[in-house]
């Protein structure tokens, strides 16, 4: 049973996959860019350039002064900050609706986080971390969206918390354009499950205001439940929750699957619960059975297809399996 998967929408940095504009004139392949063109929109941006540094150009950096921080090109002695502002505050503001940022980590400009910081243009160690230009403006403007760099979502568990709320973003945006409560019920009804294992409590919330829905104005439900919404995807499914929710849907199949079959499913299970395998194994097994068994409460859950399934298909390098970035914002790569 094949689901239909909204097209989210995205700002992509445009150095990544889509055009030969780094500082040296180099573009960087993106396994995960390239899977998600055909399946998404993506509004590829390289503010660099568009304030007019050119290709190839000269490095810029992050240099903190007593007045706070600059965007310098050490080699020319230029300070673009106002001009990297300038741009920023004019792009994002003509943005349409929007469901994630994905852009280059490490980078003065793009970097979401860990992009290091001077003391001046000059020769120089690094004194601390923090967002490129660009990307801190984003945060700052949009605290509810997932913003994240290719470096981190090399993660295979970042990766997909943040594929999966790119897709219900757009999902739940599509809703929205609709403004029917009950169209809103039936995708907080889909979405349980797999919203549950991001923030129980907060999706708890949610139930109980679509339960009220009846008393509350459309735009009021909407905005209150969009906000709950953008917390609960903050958040990515934690393995004990997921675990939670395999074993409970394995339990919806107790005397309509043989023993072998269970006790399969349930040594996947144990494989994730211990780290050795990946979500997906048990999770697949179990979504084929409630195709099979066509179970009403489950077939429609996204927990079993959060996205496309071609976008779990990527490269194996690109999967990071044992690496975990989780709480190390792009504290790696090159400047530009
Ligand atoms: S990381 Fe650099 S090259 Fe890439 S989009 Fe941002 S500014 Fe342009």
Known sequence: ??????????????????????????????PLVAALRPVADCIPVCPE??????????????????????????????????????????????????DGFLLKGGSPTSGPGGVRVYPSAG????????????????????????????????NARIRDAFLA????LAAFRQVESGADPEDLARFHGNNKLYLGA??????????????????????ELFARYREMLGAALARAPRHTANIDVLLHTLGHFRGRVSDEERAHCLRLIERYRAGHAYLAEPRDLLRSWTIRFNEPS??????????????????AEATGRGRDLWRKQGATGEED
């Open 165 to 168: 709320a790119i897709f219900t």
């Open 198 to 219: 991001c923030h129980r409590a907060r999706t708890g919330e949610m139930g109980r205001l679509l339960a009220a829905r009846a008393r509350v104005p459309a735009e």
């Open 49 to 98: 350039v568009e304030i007019g540094l050119g290709i190839p150009r000269e490095t810029v950096r992050i240099v903190r002064g007593n007045d706070g921080d600059h965007l310098v090109q050490p080699a020319t002695g230029r300070d673009v900050t106002g001009e990297m502002q300038s741009f920023t505050s004019g792009f994002l503001d003509r943005l349409p609706p929007l």
């Open 123 to 154: 020769r120089s160690a690094p004194i601390g971390r923090s967002a490129g230009f660009f990307a801190r403006e984003v945060i700052r403007r949009f605290p509810d969206l997932p913003v994240e760099d290719e470096l981190r979502l090399g």
């Open 1 to 30: 049973m094949e689901r239909h998967y909204a097209r989210p929408r995205l700002v992509v940095s445009r150095c990544l996959e889509f055009d030969a504009c780094r500082y040296d004139g180099a573009r960087i392949p993106s």
């Open 298 to 315: 489950l077939v429609d859950q996204t927990f079993f297809a959060p996205f496309p399934p071609e976008l779990a298909l990527l490269p």
